[in-house]
T-cell receptor, first 112, second 114 residues
Framework: AQSVTQLGSHVSVSEGALVLLRCNYS??????LFWYVQYPNQGLQLLLK??????LVKGINGFEAEFKKSETSFHLTKPSAHMSDAAEYFC??????????FGKGTRLHILP | DTAVSQTPKYLVTQMGNDKSIKCEQN?????MYWYKQDSKKFLKIMFS???????INETVPNRFSPKSPDKAHLNLHINSLELGDSAVYFC?????????????FGQGTRLTVV
């Protein structure tokens, strides 16, 4: 069975500062990992995904995430936050059972 | 040109009514899902279909019945609506039964039961 834990339901950063959203996973098989973003009143959009090719994954809008097996982590980062990054972010894990399991989400607030 | 489209976007109805939400995808995917997002933004998978066949049925009351007339459509019918059914329901689709295939989501249907 797979699961993900997102640390911090709310994260606030200043515009221009580093964004770090934390995700730890649990999986009985090598996992596939995803980060999705949800803007208000919209569906989820894929930011990036890890599929075992490279541990550092680059996504859209300047985001990237690093898969660390030893720490069972897949944290999302962005060097410089922009006001448009304010949204809900979801980490997700998939195994081989046709399910994508989502974390509880982290609301990112950008301070001017 | 919307990849995954749901209708309606908003649905307000009284307790005890029966309602349906429709979903269509034009991505050629063979797997479709229904997710429920509660007021705290928690996303929980409800059902998954692959080529019109039900493959995942999480612990969902049998008042919820998905129907897939073809692999591009997955509708959700809900009988005897209850207050606790109020949520945002998302349809999604993905390509093949592969764990590394990301899901593409619709815009959601906000269901309010009064």
């Amino acid at each position: 069975a797979q699961s993900v834990t997102q640390l911090g339901s709310h994260v606030s950063v200043s515009e221009g500062a580093l964004v770090l959203l934390r995700c730890n996973y649990s999986s009985s098989v090598p996992p596939y990992l995803f980060w999705y973003v949800q803007y208000p009143n919209q569906g989820l959009q894929l930011l990036l995904k890890y599929t075992s090719a490279a541990t550092l994954v680059k996504g859209i809008n300047g985001f990237e995430a690093e898969f660390k097996k030893s720490e069972t982590s897949f944290h999302l980062t962005k060097p410089s936050a922009h006001m448009s990054d304010a949204a809900e972010y979801f980490c997700a894990v998939s195994g081989r059972d046709d399910k994508i399991i989502f974390g509880k989400g982290t609301r990112l607030h950008i301070l001017p | 040109d919307t990849a995954v489209s749901q209708t309606p976007k908003y649905l307000v109805t009284q307790m005890g009514n029966d309602k349906s939400i429709k979903c269509e995808q034009n991505l050629g995917h063979d797997t479709m899902y229904w997710y429920k997002q509660d007021s705290k933004k928690f996303l929980k998978i409800m059902f998954s279909y692959n080529n019109k066949e039900l493959i995942i049925n999480e612990t969902v009351p049998n008042r919820f019945s998905p129907k897939s007339p073809d692999k591009a459509h997955l509708n959700l019918h809900i009988n005897s609506l209850e207050l606790g059914d109020s949520a945002v329901y998302f349809c999604a689709s993905s390509h093949l039964r592969r764990g590394d295939a990301e899901a593409f989501f619709g815009q959601g249907t906000r269901l309010t039961v009064v």
